[in-house]
Structures are given as C-alpha cells and as structure tokens.
C-alpha cells in the first residue's frame, strides 16, 4: 500500500478544519456504545472522563513507571499543586500494564519498552482524550537513548524521527500489508523546547534527527547482544552512516509517537537523553547516580517548558 | 538478505554437537572482560552468576510483573519449596524495566508487552543462563491472547509461531537491513505440553498456529482502536484467513521466543490462554475475576508439565 492512505488523507482533511480537537480517525468508532480501555483498566461505562481528565493539555510520557511517579512528584512541586508530601495515586492501579498519574492539566503516563508497547498505550490515551473532551493537548516523550557523537549527557529534541534506513516513515502492517505512515512532528514546537533547552542551560541540549529502531541489540548494530553477526568494522560504517544522515540518537518509540500524533491532531514532540556516545561503545557503564541524574534532564526541560507555556496564558 | 546468515548457520552446527548447553551465536561475547545487562540491572563485575543461578533447568517467561511474581509462589507451593509464608525477593529490584523472581530450579522473568521489549529480556536472559553455566534449560512463555474460533478461556500450545501473512518466518532489520529468521519451536516440547493439558484436563487445551503480531489494534485488525481505516467485512476476511492457514491465537512476542530459542540451541514453548474469540468482537469485557481465572490456566499446565519432569529425573 502507498504512503497516504484513508486513515492518513481524513487526518489530514480534519487537522486544516479543527485543530485543536482530538480526531479519531476510525468510523467504527462512534457507533461503540461503550469503550473499555482494557490495557488502562478504565471504561467509559465505568469512568466519568470528562470528570477526570477533562483538563488535561500536557501529556507526558516515558518508559519506566517508576520515572513517571517521581515525575508527576516533580511537576506538582514545580507547578506548586497540593501540598509537597501529596501522593499521587496511580490512576491504572488495577492494572500493571502501565501507570498513570495527574497533576493539574498535567498527566503522565509509563509506556514501556519498544513500539508495540507505546503503540498499545496511545491507542488507549487518544481515545481517552477525545472520551474526556480535551483540546490544545501536547504528547511529549521523555526518554532515554543511546547517543552518536554527542557526550553522555546531552538532551536531544527529535527533530525527524527516522528508520533503520535513515527514512523519516514508519511501516505498519494492517490486515497482513505494509503501510507507510509519516513520522513528521510539529516543527514548531521542537524549536520552542530547544529555546526553552538554551534558556535552562544546566546541559548540552541539541536538535536532531532520532532513529526508531524494532530492537536494542542487533538493531542498534550493538556487539554485546546474545546474538551478532556483523564485525566491528560493519558496525562502525553503520552507526557513521547514521551520524551523516542526521541521526543524534537511537531509541524504540518515537517513529509511533510521531506517527499517531500526526494522524490523530496532536501536537507531539520526543525529548530524550544520550546514557552514552555509541561511537565510543555498547554498554551503559556510568554509575546508577550518573544514570539517574541524565535521567532527570528531560524531566527539567519538559517542566520548564511546561511552566512558561502556563505563564503565557 | 536470505534467511540462513551467518549467525544461523553458526547456531545450526553448534547445536548439533552440544545440544544441552547455551550457545551464544556472537564471536565478540567470548572477548568481553565484563557483561553488564542493564535492563535487568545485574552484572558479572558485580554478582556471581553460576551460584545464584546455575541450577535453573526452566524458565518461565510472561508479560505482567506482578503475573510472574504470583506464579513463582504458586511454583514454590506446588514443588514445595521453602515455607508456605516465604517472600520471594525481585532480583532485578534495582529497576522497573523487568522483574525477576527464582525458587529452586524455576526462574520466573517479566517481558512486557511486543516482541522489542521481549527481545531484550531474552538478549540478557540468555547471556545469563551462559554466565551462570545452565544446562538443559527450557523456556517457556506464559501469556494472554485472542483466540480465533476458540472459546475464551482456551489453552493454546504453539506449534509453529507465524507472522501476518501466516509464514512461520521473522523479520530481523540488522544494520538497516532485513533479515528472514526461522520461528521454528520443539515439536516434542509442544507435544508433552500438549499431553500435560490432557491429562490435567480442566480446560480445552489445543495445539495450533500463533500468529504474532507488532501491534494490537490495527495490526490484528481490530476496529476499536483510535485509528481504523478498514471495514467490518475486511476484517473478518483477514481474520478467517488465518483461522484456515491454521491460526488459533493471535499475540505479541512468541515470533522472538521462537528464533532466539532455535538460534541459542534452547528448547522454547509458548502456551497462551484466549481471553476473547475475535470472530465475536474486539474488546475483552469479561469480569476481571473470570480473567484472572483464564490467566492461571496457562501457569497451572506449565506448573504439571515442570512437576512430571522432576519426578522423572
């Protein structure tokens, strides 16, 4: 199937008419009387929605449900929501599938490990933002990835998420064919995160392109995997030919971020930290503390980000 | 490039020799002076592998954490090992990504949802049965998924784990590249595991093809995600296909257990529970009592098939 299909020409319909509302771009969808967002363990038939989340305009997300607790933890100290020993309950308690957790407009989200993880757990927060009758929402991606030619440490804004093949396209395959969906994100709100980067200036923060790959190991053209079939010299020529390409970093989830956000009408944006240069090797080796303190650098610039977009309005 | 690289015929000579250990198909493992497996936050500089680890004979592998921890009490009960009261520490408490729980010769690991987030447990799993010497070692994945022509709550041992076009193959995309890899499973192990469920005979257990899959909504064409852009009647043919190339479950992972296990010389099973028959619908709604009883089928056929290989030894 060629690169625009239905699901992608009444995205685009849509998104010119109403920009500011979430689009499902499914017409199945409107006929279900009820929606059980069975991977959130939360049910229209169950839940007030509009209730819950009616004020949610950032949306953030990571892979560790851990890093999203002490997240929304730092947003409502940040924000100055409730008071400093408030505890924020987990709002998919029923499940450990993932977490969810608020704060004022503010909710985070764990995702997991890889594409088919986040994909399962957007499917389910798009169609509870459109449930909830949110507008103006923004899905940032807060990460970690393995960096090229940049020093530990550095905070990357995705500019273009791109293939294995250095392709700004994600390939789905729907009812057994391979579709090949835009991974385009809003421009205009990677410019503003990597303001907000030089504003902070606590760390190198750079914007660029970010290869979405389907495995850590022999998709990252890594040598320490339990499987390797390529020399060091294969590997090298690979990762140089990413790094001529554009490519700042690797990781596994923002081809999908992109993708979805783009046929759905939200403004998405992929903010993520290096844990080490790829061109220097394949094994995080930093300390445990080193980790966790490049860990809290998206952290830091997603909530000043967040924080003077509040102060604009 | 065409299936049979070098990593598989490597993996095809070795196991016919040594077929009873671990066989790692990567000339640059034997090299490293250190092996840090992030994701599970262990090491060889840090922890002695062969002495908490060296006597594991069965691995058992599933998506939740929490699934995983109830079943290693559940393994200890039934093999009586340690008290009725015991608490089995998370050996991988020093992070969230996976979790890892051992009672005598049963190792019990998480893997989250998809086959990028299984692929790098199995990465470091399999790196760790070798630093910790294991021999005749089986892994087995205990999972969730939705049948096609099967009343919920059915047992499916996979025979052969094919993808959406229901070709037994896996596409590995390595240095930009994709590779075709075999999902080939232990016919025997099938076989046992299958006679296991009739001798317990507490619910239908059958044997058939898995259908593996990288996305849950479009990519097993359900109609209920956020995005659909194909009608009820393309979905029930897409699905019908399947259900006559000999599908019986549809799920995210066993494609990975499959051609990591055949390349590494391990002998791997994957014996799902259905908790939906997707010829009746999309959304799982039934009660989470009764899925929680569906869920603890797979674990109880697995839990009889480990007690009779004991008793035999």
């Known amino acids: 199937m060629a690169p625009g299909g239905p699901a992608e020409k009444a995205a685009e319909g849509k998104q010119s008419s109403k920009e500011s509302s979430i689009h499902i771009p499914n017409p199945h969808f409107e006929k279900m009387k009820e929606d059980i967002l069975y991977h959130f363990a939360l049910g229209t038939g169950t839940h007030d929605f509009p209730a819950l989340f009616g004020d949610v305009k950032f949306v953030c997300i990571g892979g560790s449900p851990l890093r999203m607790k002490a997240f929304i933890s730092y947003v409502a100290e940040q924000l100055e929501i409730g008071s400093p020993s408030n505890d924020f309950p987990n709002i998919c308690a029923a499940t450990d599938r993932y977490a969810m957790y608020k704060a004022g407009p503010v909710l985070s989200v764990s995702h997991g490990i890889g594409m088919p993880s986040i994909a399962i757990m957007l499917h389910e927060l798009i169609k509870l933002l459109h449930h909830s009758k949110c507008s103006d929402v923004i899905i940032i991606r807060l990460g970690t990835s393995g960096g090229i030619g940049l020093e530990p440490g550095s905070v990357v804004v995705t500019r273009q998420s791109v293939n294995a093949t250095f392709k700004p396209q994600l390939e789905q395959v729907i009812l057994g064919k391979s579709v090949f969906r835009s991974t385009h994100l809003d421009e205009k709100l990677a410019e503003e995160l990597m303001e907000c980067g030089k504003e902070l200036d606590q760390f190198n923060t750079v914007v660029g392109n970010t290869m979405c790959t389907l495995d850590f190991y022999e998709?990252?053209?890594?040598?320490?995997?339990?499987?390797?079939?390529?020399?060091?010299?294969?590997?090298?020529?690979?990762?140089?030919?990413?790094?001529?390409?554009?490519?700042?970093?690797?990781?596994?989830?923002?081809s999908i971020v992109a993708a979805m956000c783009h046929l759905t009408g939200i403004k998405g944006a992929v903010v993520c930290v290096t844990l080490l240069n790829r061109l220097q090797g394949d094994q995080i080796t930093s300390s445990p503390e080193v980790l966790a303190e490049f860990e809290s650098r998206p952290q830091k610039l997603v909530v000043y980000f967040i924080k003077k977009r509040l102060k604009k309005k």
């Open 219 to 254: 998709g990252q053209a890594r040598l320490d995997g339990a499987i390797c079939s390529y020399s060091n010299e294969e590997k090298m020529k690979y990762l140089k030919a990413a790094h001529e390409a554009g490519v700042k970093n690797i990781e596994m989830e923002s």
